[in-house]
């Protein structure tokens, strides 16, 4: 298969991807929406659990039976895009349960009135119309989201042995493609994707100052409602639980022997140096974009920023390496800094919609009524008026950061490539040690190493949990 046809091949595979997760996330979003208090938390930790599971990890967790069905390629493809489905439906959910309602329930009302009355297809048109900008615009997002996130999937691939363009290319590399034959044959993909990109974009700018909460959600029915949980349930089972215990399961074997010669802290240390400047710096990047007004002169600045990212891993990397050969840049080749650039720069797209989203989503009335609250005379009025920003506005940011040291973190490409001697990240160790199969010794690295953002992660909420938890009475 070349690569040409396993472009298009992607280009269909990761638009049925998104086309599934939308009516997916929709019924998820509402089964949320239908939850408060604890019962909630729990749901959406369910729902967002596989989308946190390290592709890595499952590509690790189901190689062995993807070997198994080497005979039967469909059915190894069915398998890769039901995970990938499980993976990125909770994206949709997300996007779908945050989307402001663009259109209130009445104007949705009348315009349908309005249809009834009329007929032809000039008014057929004007109603798709009214869709597209309204009740639709938000499973648009979704679907785009999706799309791109399933489109340029890499490490599942590759472990699972499926033909995608991005396994394609980076086979051909591996057999030395120049780099300007790599820059030919990703133009198009990275075209794809940045078109997508700039048309989400352009789409949640556009709505900005409509009102917030999504509007009225229709609670699934009965056959919508049984389909959400098997949803949830299949997708813990196959992307978590299933890669979880085999990773387990080999753990408590390999674990003293991991002990005995643990090698690999220098690794997790490179990855958690690597994965937090890379997304500190796109962070910082995208917030310097959002957070002033967006004319046309700095969106065409952000759009151009965002082409490095979507040129894929691979192809940036070896854009990366020409670059630092030049005369100039040869002194720093072998530093952090080619990898630091590289995972701002793939990362930068991610954290500019992200960034994008909470700035169009962001309740400001609310803001401004915790700001009053704080010069209330009542000490716990005013207690309460410093935490609620931290809900409203700064935990969303801190999983905005989290999600981009998350990626980060666990990148492969990049730094298989771009790593300097001495700094080898984690990722890249176990990925050299999974194609010689699994391992009681692998699984138990596998574990430490996918284990430390999350202990980080807990660790920060705890700390916040323990300074916020007082609040006066009064």
Known sequence: MTLGSQYGWALCRASAIAALAVPVGLWLSALLAGRGG??????????????????????????????????????????????????????????????????????????????????????????????????????????????????GEFEMASLMGVRTWTVGLFDANAGGLTLSESLRLAA?????????????????????????????????????????????????????????????RGTWEGLRVMMQRFAMGKDILASLLFGAAGAACAYAAAGWFVGRALGRVRLGVAFALCVPGMLGALVLSLVMVWLFQRIGWRGAYDSPLPLVLALSALLFPLALLLRVLLHVFGDGAALHSAGLMRRSASARVCAWGRRLPW????????????????????????????????????????????????????????????????????????????????????
Not at 105 to 134: I, K, M, W
Not at 458 to 463: D, Q, T, V
Request: aromatic share 12%; glycine share 8%; with cysteine.
């Open 391 to 474: 809900q409203m506005r700064s935990r969303p940011r801190f999983y905005v950061a989290f999600l981009l040291f998350f990626w980060g973190y666990f990148d492969l490409t990049a730094s298989a490539i771009l790593a300097p001697a001495g700094m080898r990240p984690v990722t890249v160790l176990l990925y050299n040690q999974m194609h010689y199969g699994q391992m009681a010794t692998l699984s138990a690295m596998v574990c430490a190493a996918f284990a430390v953002p999350f202990f980080i992660l807990l660790a920060a909420e705890g700390a916040r949990g323990t300074a916020s938890r007082v609040v006066p009475n009064g």
């Open 38 to 151: 604890r019962a909630r938390r729990l749901l959406w930790a369910a729902v967002l659990l596989p989308f946190l599971t390290p592709a890595l990890l499952v590509g690790y967790g189901w190689s062995n039976f993807s070997l198994s069905l080497v005979r039967h390629p469909a059915a190894n493809e069915l398998l890769y895009d039901a995970l990938v489905l499980s993976k990125l439906a909770p994206v949709a959910a997300f996007v779908l349960y945050f989307a402001p309602a663009f259109f209130s329930p009445q104007a949705v009302h009348c315009r349908r009135l309005l249809r009834d009355r009329e007929s032809g297809t000039r008014t057929f048109a004007g109603y798709v119309a009214f869709l597209l900008r309204g009740p639709l615009r938000a499973g648009m997002v979704a679907f785009g989201v999706v799309f791109l996130l399933a489109f």
């Open 188 to 248: 198009l993909p990275a075209l794809t994707e940045l078109a997508l990109l700039v048309l989400l974009l352009v789409a949640l700018l556009r709505a900005r100052g409509t009102p917030q909460g999504g509007g009225a959600r229709r609670r699934p029915g009965g056959a919508a409602r049984v389909l959400t949980w098997c949803y949830v349930g299949t997708a813990l089972l196959l992307v978590t639980a299933v890669p979880g215990c085999i990773v387990l």
